[in-house]
Nanobody, 118 residues
Framework: QVQLLESGGGLVQAGGSLRLSCAAS????????IGWFRQNSGKERESVAS????????SYADSVKGRFTISRDNAKNTVSLQMNSLKPEDTAVYYC???????????WGQGTQVTVSS
């Protein structure tokens, strides 16, 4: 399985931006669909965005469309999540995860905290 490590979280004011990175190691990165998820305390984990291995298919939660952009660089084994116009409700622990084809997300990172102050 591929191992994932998130970075880039932090504290930002509402309206600001952050860029999260998900670095993969352990095996070939290509072929995996990568998803970003988030979870706030007391809430269920929600899907934020995903990107397939060739970057030809991306998807976004309605709550982040037009504000977040997912991208990947297979040569560098990284997936990024550019987050603009951040809102306090974007506050959560953000996780990246990997899956092959339409299977379940079987590899998860440890998460990175994003806090947006009002």
């Amino acid at each position: 399985q591929v191992q994932l490590l998130e970075s880039g979280g932090g504290l930002v004011q509402a309206g600001g931006s952050l860029r999260l990175s998900c670095a993969a190691s352990g095996r070939t990165f290509g072929g995996y669909t990568i998803g970003w998820f988030r979870q706030n305390s007391g809430k269920e984990r929600e899907s934020v965005a995903s990107i397939n291995w060739s970057s030809t298919i991306t998807s976004y939660a309605d709550s982040v469309k037009g504000r977040f952009t997912i991208s990947r660089d297979n040569a560098k084994n990284t997936v990024s999540l550019q987050m603009n116009s951040l809102k306090p409700e974007d506050t959560a622990v953000y996780y990246c995860a990997a899956r092959l084809g339409l299977g379940p997300y079987g590899s998860w990172g440890q998460g990175t905290q994003v806090t947006v102050s009002s």
